[in-house]
């Protein structure tokens, strides 16, 4: 089947810190990566995305890489701002269907 | 611009009632979600649709009906309501073409507890 595990939260970093959140996938066929970040009281967002294997997503300082051999799809961000606390989502799409990871929150303190 | 719009953005609902979920899309898009979101878990997916008069199945669609009877409107219909039922709903859309790049719109989402 296809699912999504992403690393637990909560996470807190302080401004300036390096930001990594793991994801790892399971698929049949050959899915798209995405992540999305979630604001509190808003619906989701995209924010960055890879259609194939060793694509680079990137927006906003962010960016994923998608290793299609340790099927993973970590988000790393060199230095957080205060304005980057939000839920962040790894998802994968495959045929008519999007699958969600649980979440991972993340709050940086100034 | 609209987007997607959902309605209420709140309800409260006692045990046995009904409601429906308001979702309508301004952006043409063929695909439609219906996503459930519980404390600390991820989204599941209730119902979607491909187009006007198709539905189906998600991944949770127990207690939950659907209709498409337009591009635009994707009503998510709540018999019996339940305090399992008690949860944050998305609807989302996307363009057919576009559905493996991601591009997948969500509304604002609408809180709905039943006690």
């Known amino acids: 089947g296809n699912s999504v595990t992403q690393m637990e939260g909560p996470v807190t970093l302080s401004e300036e810190a390096f930001l990594t959140i793991n994801c790892t996938y399971t698929a049949t066929g050959y899915p798209s990566l995405f992540w999305y970040v979630q604001y509190p009281g808003e619906g989701l967002q995209l924010l960055l995305k890879a259609t194939k294997a060793d694509d680079k997503g990137s927006n906003k300082g962010f960016e994923a890489t998608y290793r299609k051999e340790t099927t993973s799809f970590h988000l790393e961000k060199g230095s957080v701002q205060v304005s980057d606390s939000a839920v962040y989502f790894c998802?994968?799409?495959?045929?008519?269907?999007?699958?969600f990871g649980t979440g991972t929150s993340l709050t940086v303190i100034p | 611009n609209a987007g997607v719009t959902q309605t209420p953005k709140f309800r409260i609902l006692k045990i046995g009632q009904s409601m429906t979920l308001q979702c309508t899309q301004d952006?043409?898009?063929?695909?439609m979600y219906w996503y459930r979101q519980d404390p600390g878990m991820g989204l599941k997916l209730i119902y979607y649709?491909?187009?006007?008069?198709?539905?189906d199945k998600g991944e949770v669609p127990n207690g939950y009906n659907v209709s498409r009877s337009t591009t635009e409107d994707f009503p998510l219909r709540l018999e019996l309501a339940a305090p399992s039922q008690t949860s944050v709903y998305f609807c989302?859309?996307?363009?057919?073409?576009?559905?493996?790049?991601?591009?997948?719109?969500f509304g604002e989402g609408s809180r709905l507890t039943v006690l």
């Open positions: 998802a994968l799409a495959t045929g008519n269907q999007f699958y």
């Open positions: 649709s491909v187009g006007a008069g198709i539905t």
């Open positions: 952006m043409n898009h063929n695909y």
């Open positions: 989302a859309s996307s363009h057919r073409a576009r559905i493996d790049t991601g591009e997948l719109f």
